[in-house]
T-cell receptor, first 114, second 111 residues
Framework: NAGVTQTPKFQVLKTGQSMTLQCAQD?????MSWYRQDPGMGLRLIHY???????DQGEVPNGYNVSRSTTEDFPLRLLSAAPSQTSVYFC?????????????FGPGTRLTVL | GEDVEQSLFLSVREGDSSVINCTYT??????LYWYKQEPGAGLQLLTY?????DMKQDQRLTVLLNKKDKHLSLRIADTQTGDSAIYFC???????????FGTGTRLQVFP
């Protein structure tokens, strides 16, 4: 199993550009989520999904869109990038049901918005 | 809202024990986690504890939970240079859903 994979690893955007951060998992996990990590602030939840076709907002959803058309993929879209979105983005997944107590994190995407 | 706080830095000598502390505000927290992040990498789960437990031991790691004071600690025995990383405390009401993270404690181990 590859686990949780994210592409790209690094990205530089100009203000106003759009892009999609890709996330995929091969563990058949129902639950997937996106976090951003900023210095001195820990990780904050952006959006999450409990299964294909179902998404919901986390703590800091503004400026980001998500969709979940398959169990495996959970892309994060920035429609009009802003410098405040410069951050490291982590995708995570976990199984649903009793005993699934761990979120597995991807390696992250470092995004810089100029 | 919920808040999780940690001290930012900890420096210890190789072979000593490290204790990383965390306080949280949500009395409904059911699961409390410790994650490790090495430079340029994602987060790796070290251990977790249910809120109805006081202590959990796993090899060199000991987690203590004081639910009354909403205080969580991670003790690493015989700290090694490979333990140098950022350690995050996190809590959730449901099993690993909607994790609320602390700011992270950077552990530096010197010889």
């Amino acid at each position: 199993n590859a686990g949780v994979t994210q592409t790209p690893k690094f990205q530089v955007l100009k203000t106003g550009q759009s892009m999609t951060l890709q996330c995929a998992q091969d563990m058949n996990h129902e639950y997937m989520s996106w976090y951003r990590q900023d210095p001195g602030m820990g990780l904050r939840l952006i959006h999450y999904s409990v299964g294909a076709g179902i998404t919901d907002q986390g703590e800091v959803p503004n400026g980001y869109n998500v969709s979940r058309s398959t169990t495996e993929d959970f892309p994060l879209r920035l429609l009009s990038a802003a410098p405040s979105q410069t951050s490291v983005y982590f995708c995570a997944s976990k199984g649903e049901g009793q005993g699934y107590n761990e979120q597995f994190f991807g390696p992250g995407t470092r995004l810089t918005v100029l | 809202g919920e808040d999780v706080e940690q001290s930012l830095f900890l420096s210890v000598r190789e072979g000593d024990s490290s204790v990383i502390n965390c306080t949280y505000t949500d009395s409904s927290s059911t699961y409390l986690y410790w994650y490790k992040q090495e430079p340029g990498a994602g987060l790796q789960l070290l251990t977790y504890i249910f809120s109805n437990m006081d202590m959990k031991q796993d090899q060199r790691l000991t987690v203590l939970l004081n639910k009354k004071d909403k205080h969580l600690s991670l003790r690493i025995a015989d700290t090694q240079t490979g333990d140098s990383a950022i350690y995050f405390c996190a809590e959730s009401r449901w099993a690993a859903d909607k994790l609320i993270f602390g700011t992270g404690t950077r552990l530096q181990v010197f010889p």
